[in-house]
Structures are given as structure tokens and as C-alpha cells.
């Protein structure tokens, strides 16, 4: 349904005027946005922020899951949830707040917890993946899934006054994904959740809002790609440097990778740090790769004994 | 004996901090060669960054045979050290090597 | 009122205790944050995440001073602003969106527009200012009020796919002034507003909650500097050097001045560049400065003028 | 003649960039000496990226009276130029120069 027609009425147009006014987005890509389909993994400190402006930037469906319910302890950094929704699950008092920030997207609450069970089929609907989660085995599993599926994934993080920022599998087959950066994973009594470690609210708010970012620009880049002109803000890919005519001086580099991290207290706070890249080994996205949608499917890929946790069935522990 | 030594600067980021008394930035000066007449390299400093920095006595949340333990980003030079030859890269004067630890909370 | 006791209800803690559990907020830091008051100037693009999340971290008085009505070309990037409140003045809109987040803090409306002869009397009741406007001659006239009152100034801009931020004046006195920065305004011809450039949600986004995170670190420096610590992430100021024991080795540097630049487009998004400090014959802020409040208050200051617009007595132009 | 010229980094931000064809990053060479005899200076380099790199024919958005116009900060390795002598800055090989014009939306 790439090629579904979709339009802008008046009150759009007047809604997205400021944005479609630049270069980078244009008509054809707010259209490309309302066209498009998004997942947001996590209602939390990082899924709240990225939302809100997914949802202001006219995304046209917007799938949020998770399974937790509003807590006060949430309330100091998570602001798409309010005092008086305290109890209620995540995922509706969010697209609450969504909704009256905008209500043209169509917005798809996935109320469970995701499992290696079903995170194919809940993630094959959507065009691209936000990970908004808290831990290294639900990282590794988004990640393996995104892969199977040939999706572009967001992934973020944050701790007390860090941060940490990474595009993954962009574009799919030739981005690295999160097993390439991270081959091995922590020591599990070196992981701290936000609970534990504690986290100030604008600094994974600040993570946040840069995921969401981050997901504009990969639609936005669809939308240039369709029009075959090279995006105006990435080198071009090995496809399109065999199609692109040749009229264009100069060489083209090799796209690079990058992460994207943020130490809050730090005088000089926001670093980029160029990745490694694909890694011929990778167990999920290399030619020798053994991860496939079945084992996940069925349960034999143990992520959270490969973090060095109790072994167990399913993700999370009941 | 200044030409004995190099000095490169050395960045803690992801909480790593933590296990050096919260210093982010440390100066750090290494033996122009070491024991088996080599430059230092990064598996070198590390060990020296447990022996002479750290404040911390769990060095197995930084240290792991004799390298850094998994979940651990190394970049020398604002690049991933995989791009410069791992834990063998011998440092250079002046060079910047910042260790993250990875996060995963949200 | 610096020393007026504050202290925190059962709630209160269940609501800050994930930030009060890192070093750098404790419960003197939290306390600190209740007895604060900070001033939010534009309750727009900027404003809007950077109050939520000065209210979620529990900031004890927050204003804010807009004269603006909420409009739908405002929706996309205005995250404290809804549907229903479209045509409402943005003070009040954005202090019931704040109230569901946060109900403690104080909130004051300042529902008129922020002129040369009001400027004093509006900012010497706050402790810390936020600039979240979005004119040159606004910012210079809220960083010489800044001045004048010894006020902390955080300052940011965004345009486009393009932001800014730097903290200025502090510690007051010590650091640059935006007139230190900016000596000479730009012609207005190259000047653009959000409305004329346009601008992606999530860069103004990024610019307002980093503005949050600043405003933190300089009132939490207070609570370090009330206890005769150095603040854990701050180098010692002068006075600080002069008080301190010299039991630490090494000696101490001179604080840097530094500004965040942020530019979504490019695959090194952001820069941290070291500012020049400041300027020994700024207006402002220097031994041979020549502006005052009695030539603030009474209209001889033109700003618009300065920033070459046309003449006028008052700003904004009625 | 390679050792003639100079090679440094230039990067444009805050809405420059659209003055250069979008162009965000540019390799440029430089004489090594001018006709004066000297060394290239950030005046020289900004005369030169007006007539070699702008794809705008509003000069008067970039350069003012030999120099960049006021509201755009010039950076020399990340570092405000006034800390480095501003427009008499003399340029060395891999410097890297960046323009940045103030932004003043919100
Ligand atoms: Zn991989
Ligand atoms: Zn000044």
C-alpha cells in the first residue's frame, strides 16, 4: 500500500504548514508521513516525548504497545500520561493525550507485553520501529525481529544524565543492526533499569524527541527515494549510486554509521561517534545468520538468558 | 624524561564515571614502552586505568581478560575501535579515548 | 526567601524519587527545586517542552508570559497546546496541560506581552529566565533585563532543521551575556521567523527540553554551592577557588563558556563549540556597560531599531 | 604542486548551507600563499567561498565589508574565532572552519 493515494484536506494543510514549508519535507513528504506506519515500543520515559511529535508531525498510523499501567513515580518525565490516569494502562492514557494534540492519525493500542511469540506479527504491520523499552534482552529481541522483517528501527536509551541514540538497520540489509553493535551482552549485574538507577526526566525526554527526529528522517528519505533524487540529507545508497545517472561530479562515499550519545552533566555534553558497521558474524543480519522467524516464533531463542538472567520461556518473566 | 612517556586524554561516559570518583575527563600518562618493549595499547591502558584511576574496588564492572568487559563501547578518536584494531590499537600522543558503557533504560 | 524551609509530602516523593535518587539531585537538590522559581518567556515551540519538563522535575514556582492565542499551525510542534483549546490565551492553555502533569508547582500566567518597561518588574521576582522567544530584539532585551536583575539567562532558537542553545550570565556576573556573544545584530533582512523558514516539531522540541535540562543543572549547582561542594559537574568558580581548602591537588582551570549546536540534517548532528566569553566592552554586562534599568523602564532603549527594523517606542509593534 | 595549495574542512549551519546548494560539508583548496605573500586568512577564505562555492547571488547574506556579516559565528576547530584572532586567523592545513548563522526562532 505504498502507492494507496492519500491527500491533505484544508485543516491539514493549515496544521502542517510550518514543516511542509522546508525543503526536506515538502508535499510529497508530509504525504509520505500520513502514508506511513509506526511502532512505538514502550509508553514510557522515551515513547511519550517521541509520540507527542509523531503524532504533531502528521504520521498517519501510530501503534503503541505496552503493557504497564501509569504510576506516580512515572509522572516526572513521562508527560504524555497525567495525575488523573494514574492506574490506568499506558497505552490508552497516552493515545489520550495524543489525541487531542492531534486526531487525524490512527492511533493502535497493543495492550501485552511483547514476546519473542509475538513480536512478528506485531511488528509487520508497521514500516518502522521505535524502541522505547528498558532492557538489554527486549533490545536484542526488537532488534532480531526488525531484521526478520526487513524494518528500520530507532533504538534509544537512557540512565541518570546519559543518553544514547542509534539508527539500526537502515536502510534494512545494509545498516547494522543491534547485535552488531553490541556482539556480547552486559554482564547482567552491571544493567541498571531507570527504577534502579534513577533518570532525569528531560534527559531520556531529550532522547526522546531526537528518536522521533531520527524517524522522520528515514520516511522522509522514502519519500525523496520514490522521486528517484538523491535525500537532501544523506549520501547516496550502493542502489542508487547504480542508478543514479552519472551526471553528478565527484565520488560518492560509502554511507557511515553513527550513534548519537549525551552526557548530560558534562560541559560539553553531545557527542557523535562513528559505528563499525555491519559485522560479517552477525548471528541476525550477516549471510551466516542463524536467527530465523521461526526459531523466534517458537520460542527457542532464550533472550534473557543470553543477558546472563534466569533462563525462561518468555520475555518478561510473569 | 618527558619523551618516555605520552599523555592521552581518556573520557568516561554512561556511568562509568561512577567507578572513577565521577571524573568524566582524565589525563593520563603511559610509559612510552611497556614491559615487552611495545607502545601501550588500549588492552595496556585499560589495566592501568583499574591499577591508577579507579576508585572502585569491582573491577570486573570495567576490566575482563585483560580487555574491557562486553557492553562496553570503546572509541578512539571519536570512532568505534573495531574501525582501529581493537585492543591491540597502540595509542598515540594526544589521543582521545572515550569508554561508554551501554544504556538500556527508557 | 532563599532559606524559607520547603520540604516534601509522601507523594511528592513518590513522584521525584527517581530523580532524587541520583547524586546529583538528592534530596538538597529537590529542595532546591521547590524553592525556585523560574520564568518561561514564549509558552511556543521551545516553551512547551521545556516547562513540562520543569514541572515533572518539580520546579516550586514556575511563569510563563506569552500574549499569543493558541493556533492550529501551532499544533504540530506545541506539545502542551490541544485541539480544544485552539483560540485560548497559551498561558492558560499550556498551565492546565502542566496542572495534569504536575499539580504542585505554583504556575503564574503573565498573559501580556513582554516589553522594555515591564521586563524588570516581570523578571526580578524569578530566580532563573528561560528565553523561548523568537525575535532578536526580544533576546537582547531579556538578556540585558538578565543582567541588570543577576539572573541566569538559557537561552535556545530553532529554525528549520537548525538549534541552538547556551547558558548565559551565569554564574551572574561570571559568564557572557547575549550581547557578549552576539556584539552586533544581524541584518534583518537575513533574520527568519518559524512562520517565514518553518520548522520540524522535534528540533524546536529537542532545543526546549534541552533548555529544561540546563535550567536544572544551574539551580541544582545551587543547592552544591549552599553546601560548600563543588558541584559535581561544574569546574569551580573564582569565588569557589578563593573558598575552597587547598587540600585538592591540581590546580583549577577557568571556567569555559560553551554553545550546543544542533543540526537534524546532518549525519554529525551535534557540535559543542567553545564561545569567546565575555566581551570587556559589552553594553551590557561590562565595567563600561551604559545600559541601566531607568533606561530600560523608560523606553529609551529602542530594540527594534537596534536589530534594524523600523523605529518604534515599544516592542512588540502593536 | 600539491604543496602550493592547502587543503582544509569547511561546514555551514543555521540555514548557510542553503546559500551552497544545500552543500553542508566542503573540501576546499586554498593557495598556500595569496598575492600578498602571506598565508590564506578566514577573510581571504570567506571571499573565496563566495566566488567559488555560493550557488546564491545574495553575497550580502554571507560576506560584509571584506568579512563574514554580522550573525554568523565563526568557528576555528570548534572554537569561537575570537579566541584565534578572528578574520586575520591564519589557516593551516585540516582546520576545520565552521560558519554557523544565529538562529532566532522558537
Ligand atoms: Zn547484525
Ligand atoms: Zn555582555
Redesign the interface.
Same mark, same amino acid.
Given at each position: 500500500d505504498e502507492t494507496k493515494p492519500v491527500k491533505l484536506d484544508l485543516?491539514e494543510f493549515?496544521?502542517?504548514?510550518?514543516?511542509?514549508?522546508?525543503?526536506?519535507?515538502g508535499l510529497d513528504g508530509q504525504l509520505q508521513l500520513k502514508r506511513s506506519k509506526v511502532l512505538l515500543i514502550?509508553a514510557?520515559?522515551?515513547?511519550c516525548?517521541a509520540a507527542?511529535?509523531l503524532a504533531?508531525?502528521?504520521i498517519g498510523t501510530i501503534g503503541i504497545i505496552d503493557h504497564d499501567i501509569v504510576e506516580?513515580?512515572n509522572?516526572?518525565?513521562q508527560?504524555m500520561h497525567?495525575?488523573?490516569r494514574v492506574g490506568q494502562p499506558k497505552v490508552i492514557s497516552i493515545i489520550e493525550s495524543l489525541k487531542?494534540?492531534?486526531?487525524y492519525p490512527k492511533y493502535i493500542a497493543h495492550n501485552y507485553p511483547l514476546s519473542p511469540e509475538n513480536a512478528i506479527e506485531t511488528l509487520e504491520k508497521y514500516d518502522l520501529v521505535l524502541?522505547?523499552?528498558?532492557?538489554?534482552q527486549t533490545?536484542y529481541m526488537i532488534s532480531d525481529a526488525c531484521v526478520l522483517l526487513g524494518k528500520p528501527l530507532v533504538s534509544?536509551?537512557?540512565?541518570?544524565?546519559?543518553?544514547?541514540l542509534v539508527v539500526l538497520n537502515d536502510p534494512p540489509g545494509e545498516g547494522p543492526c543491534y547485535r552488531c553493535v +553490541?556482539p556480547?551482552?552486559?554482564?547482567a549485574?552491571?544493567?541498571?533499569?531507570?527504577?534502579e538507577?534513577?533518570?532525569?526526566?528531560?534527559?531520556?525526554?531529550?532522547m526522546g524527541?531526537?528518536m522521533?527526529?531520527e524517524a522522520? @528522517?528515514v520516511l522522509l528519505a522514502r519519500a525523496d527515494r520514490k522521486k528517484r533524487r538523491k535525500p537532501?540529507?544523506?549520501?547516496a545508497t550502493a542502489d542508487e549510486i547504480k542508478d543514479a545517472d552519472s551526471k553528478e561530479e565527484g565520488t560518492v562515499e560509502p554511507r @557511515?554509521f553513527?550513534?548519537?550519545?549525551y552526557?548530560? +552533566?558534562?560541559?560539553?555534553?553531545? @557527542?557523535?561517534?562513528?559505528? +563499525?558497521g555491519k559485522r560479517k558474524t552477525c548471528q541476525a543480519c550477516s549471510p551466516v545468520a542463524t536467527i530465523t522467524k521461526e526459531s523466534m516464533k517458537n520460542g527457542s531463542l532464550d533472550y534473557i538468558a543470553f543477558c546472563g538472567g534466569q533462563a525462561s520461556g518468555r520475555y518478561p518473566p510473569l | 624524561m618527558a619523551t618516555d612517556s605520552i599523555a592521552i586524554n581518556v573520557e568516561l561516559?554512561?556511568?562509568l564515571e561512577i567507578l572513577f570518583n565521577n571524573e568524566?575527563k582524565l589525563n593520563v600518562e603511559l610509559p612510552a614502552t611497556t614491559a615487552n618493549g611495545s607502545p601501550p595499547n588500549i588492552n595496556y591502558l585499560v589495566g592501568h586505568l583499574c591499577d591508577h584511576h579507579m576508585k572502585d574496588s569491582r573491577r570486573?564492572?570495567f576490566e575482563l581478560q585483560g580487555t574491557v568487559?562486553?557492553?562496553?563501547?570503546v572509541?578512539i578518536n571519536?570512532?568505534?575501535w573495531?574501525?582501529e584494531g581493537e585492543g591491540e590499537y597502540e595509542l598515540k600522543p594526544k589521543d582521545q579515548i572515550?569508554f561508554?558503557?551501554?544504556?538500556?533504560?527508557?
Open positions: 485543516d493549515r496544521r502542517y504548514g510550518r514543516q511542509m514549508i522546508m525543503t526536506e519535507v514502550g514510557g520515559g522515551l515513547g516525548p507527542a511529535y504533531g508531525a502528521g506516580p513515580s509522572l516526572h518525565r508527560i497525567t495525575v488523573d487531542q494534540i492531534n486526531p524502541d522505547c523499552t528498558d532492557s538489554p533490545r534509544a536509551s537512557a540512565l541518570r544524565s546519559d543518553g544514547q +553490541f556480547r551482552p552486559p554482564p549485574e552491571s544493567v541498571l533499569s531507570c527504577g538507577g534513577g533518570v532525569l526526566g528531560p534527559v531520556v525526554g531529550a524527541v531526537l522521533s527526529t522522520l @528522517k537532501a540529507h544523506l549520501p @557511515k553513527y550513534m548519537t550519545i552526557a548530560a +552533566f558534562s560541559d560539553t555534553p553531545f @557527542k557523535t561517534i562513528r559505528m +563499525f | 561516559a554512561g556511568g568524566r570486573e564492572l568487559r562486553p557492553g562496553i563501547l572509541l571519536d570512532a568505534d573495531e574501525l572515550l561508554v558503557s551501554t544504556l538500556h533504560g527508557g
